[in-house]
């Protein structure tokens, strides 16, 4: 039995409500325990210099935890003048794992922005906002095809993320705050809905870690993230 | 009749959500109209250094949009280092209005740290931020005294505020962001629950006004911020 | 009596000195009591991006304290990276103010850089450099007349600007440094010749203020400004 | 056959010059093909200011590319006042990696500082700066037992790293810049002398990945940090 | 004949304004021609970090130009975030030349900080400022020896600076901004009043020189810091 | 005798790897005595904002030391986000000396990027850096007119530097770190292959000095260079 009760391979939880912000043509508030993330997705006519001229578009994220999102107050980015390195590792793995299931020759010369902003934190805010800001941008994108601004869906498949770890010698999914910050070893995964992966990562926070264990987390997050992506595919196709 | 239907005395719906997020010892989410932000207050057991030793406590106040809070995307101020004018203003202005109704020497050697982020912006962002932090203070404050850190609250009034301006020659109250937009005056006005003066910010956007305008959005003000402090006092105190 | 044997409706003495720096088509060295800024007026033949191809012009103001101008020294805002939110909060004030006297459309697509630096303070600076920096201004615009860049004066009114407060229960004009730290209530006042309102900014520093208050320094502010801007006539227009 | 000559499970030759600079404790050129990258260990008589106090050491590391080190030249970080986000993640991984085989309480309040300075680069930058910074960070702490600072290695296992990928459908060991750019699956392993994994960090650049080719790219990872290992040995301990 | 029509070793007409600025110790408005200089010394009971504990005190210089300085306006360093390299090099000059002719043991633990603001440049703005904030920086002493902050006057000697340069084949001094901006050889010279060599800091700016024009342009400045010397003797000792 | 054997006009020994980096079209690495620089020079084919549609070319260059290049490791700039005064004078003068000798007209519209990036510091890093970067800089444009790019050196002199001063009352040349800290007067020559000066900057760093000793120093300074210029020319016209 787990800390909250959970079996060590049970989800906590997953709410999410759409539509949560009127300006984003794309945007959720996903709830994953206690753990919240407003994601949004919004649309902006141009591209990055880097890719003018080139026929396609780009999707690039970014991620902000509010100041009262964790237990003791986080001072905002912007009053030291430059981002923190997690929260820089973060955003750069939200988007990369967002363009690696769009097609983004679909997209015309567009970019759409996604900002996933944590208002309270319980562990997993990157997995939690990696899954909602799929929700937020699919959102967006089947607006683009009703108004006509795209002809075609670009989404090439489902996406989604959970955290894995050992935490006492036991692997479990989908981590709280207190479960994550004793663990001995942590991962995250992001997934397609065929069970491909897309991105990996994981550290031996405590101690390195064996084959054998691997391979139990990776089993353990390939089964959930089919769960949450049952959950999305719900969500978004009712 | 108003574009939104409102009469022109007519305060927007208000709502307020105690306790939104669970790590800040006072929380609420204010909705007046669409305009939604989150107001947090957070204790921490020290001061500034320019009040070190003084036996006095401090209330201080940051205030943040979301990059989809608006119509087009607000970048946001951490990425260009430095933050924006206008944020600049209005968080000084929450935290002396805020600061204008507490005795900071009943609060100890500790500062309060008040957070408003703005989720969805439609006209008055800074005077619902006001009004929801001193909601979210008086709680976190409520929480000191009940816990014993305090002795007695140190509240000497309730505050609130809203905004008024002329529009079309018509004196209005509580704009909306299109009305805003278009107003020939705009005045920012926080007030006691003794009707007095706190704050009064006017400005003549689009030409001057005159003393006898100047009177009418005085009155006008002054009516609308009585009734939220009604609204706050049924809040808080039932 | 005043700490400096004023009445209390009597303003210091004001002087200017017209054509102070000679690489600025405006500029003024203007003096108020002790209180001494350099208002400078600079035409850039382009407007910022907003405002491309309007075929109009643009107005913007910066304002600095130099370190010696106050009795501790004031580190620069260069070696911190930051502005001051003070600081910013006046150059806005005085570009809006300046603004709402100049007619854009008549200033061709031309950038008018003004430049406030308070060589020493002594209370008041904002609404000197207000004062100040119409004359400045004017004295570039009457250049650009007589020069042909533009057919004629866009100014539509003489705008200027004083600071009334509370002092020990008492209306107060022109508060001096001392009076001004001491305050009650403090309120900057920017009017037109006609005596009407282009921004009002009042603040309780120490106690709220009701009404009846408020209507006592918008009189005594009112009668300075018309004092201050014959004074801005006569050293203009001789 | 690789582009390079290479079998696929070859790496490429590596070369270590110690005592490189002589103002740090512990330094060497390492060379992994055409990458080379300066790796120092600096010792400092204190801690950072979370680890006061606590009877214990730190490892961190910097990284960073001399603007010469890539084809065209990388504008320095300095410049632009922030750090790149891909330096970032870097730099946390080394000292992760690192402080993962330090016995962090035999240091005592000590900070070593890692300097990974990339000064030709070909692919593989932060695994030779890994691999690298390992032996300089020996060498240091050997001089410690050696002058008496610390009474006994704090080293708890040998720790290197390469990279493995998959390439036109081939799964590759120690990338160079151009399999690097084109390969479909990139992936970054941390591991022991035991064969443990300490960090494992796989991306699916141009599509995702399955278990099966996971399992291929962790052998061949796995094979090849032991040879890396093995010349870290031969190096340090002849 | 030169452009204002003096002899090739003739200074400018130099004034000084002593008391310029109320709050400093020492302050004065230095012209040079139509350079204008505040050059202030401003005293803090402290020293920076790298002097503490070590009985005595420092000098330390900042050097800035107001915007409208310069025929174009300069753009504030605050808004880009760092300090102009040219204002950073002659900052440090001024701080290493006001330094070397003061005994810093007798000052106790306090840093003098000198601000030089150029309101109005003409050629010479770095030079100008050294002589005025020596001044500035004795009158600040004299005070300290006055009110018995110190026993003794820390002067060991006068310093004063001047430019020299060549300019159509034609050693000048004392160069203004036209003949500055078109000299092939441009140096700065500061110098005691036995006439020894402080700094000397000579560039080809259009060609290289040779030892012969190094010697004419020597005793040039020479000559004339004496000149400059006996001016600051008959301001400060009457 | 000198700390490390030398007569006092003795140069250290001096050697230079060419071709260092293989991305820079010119790279060398420099060592006089045990101070190391690696000094790039790198071709972008664009002129920045102010030499647009000049027909001209530019040479800048920047210059950084490495973390571990000094005794007590040095903190890295960006981390700061500003740059160090004493580097960001380094490399100006780096610049302007190589631009003293270069034809910019024959360069088109490109820039040449040198940096100088100090790996190990012991006195003079800056003379040396300028004596490599001439040789990589020339490298560069002999690679250019060979494969065509510019149809003639663009090179009107050879360049080199060196330090001299006076440590315990002698003149001395080349100074190392432990001379150079303990120098009575400090002095950077610039010259060209005809012994003639592009720059000179000296300072009296622990008194002032006369004209006799600046003699000596001069003609120490010139001698010691043209042994320099000797060695480029034997390195690179071998």
């Known amino acids: 039995m787990r800390i909250d009760g ?6 906590r939880p997953m709410a999410v409500t759409r539509n949560f912000i009127k300006h984003a ?19 902006e006519e141009k591209v990055p210099p880097f890719l003018k001229g080139q026929k396609q578009g780009w999707v690039t994220a970014e991620y902000e935890m509010l100041p009262a999102s964790t237990n003791t107050r ?19 793995l939200i988007g990369r794992s967002l363009r690696s299931v769009i097609d983004l020759s679909k997209l015309g010369e567009r970019t759409i922005w ?14 939690s ?14 607006g683009m ?14 996406v989604a993320a959970t955290s894995v770890g050992i935490h006492q010698g036991e692997p479990l ?3 709280c705050y207190e479960e994550d910050s004793n663990a001995e070893v942590d991962m995250n995964m992001v997934m397609t ?22 391979a139990k987390l990776l089993s353990l997050g390939e089964e959930s993230i089919k769960q949450i992506i049952d959950f999305q595919k719900e969500t978004l196709l009712g």
């Open 74 to 92: 986080k001072s905002r980015d912007r009053n030291r003048g430059k981002i923190d390195g997690r929260t820089m590792e973060i955003q750069r």
């Open 25 to 43: 043509q794309g945007s959720v508030l996903i709830e994953v325990g206690d753990t919240r993330v407003i994601c949004t997705a919004m649309i």
């Open 173 to 175: 999914v989908d981590l």
């Open 114 to 127: 996604i900002d996933c902003d944590v208002i309270q934190a319980d562990g997993g805010t990157r997995t």
């Open 193 to 214: 809905e065929k069970g491909e992966i897309i991105e990996i990562q994981g550290t031996g926070e405590e101690r390195p870690f064996n084959k054998e264990e691997l």
């Open 129 to 142: 906002a990696i899954t909602g800001a799929f929700i937020a941008l699919h959102d967006a994108l089947t």
């Open 145 to 158: 095809v009703k108004n006509g601004q795209i002809k075609e869906m670009p989404v090439t498949s489902f």
């Open 6 to 11: 959970r079996h060590r391979d049970e989800l």
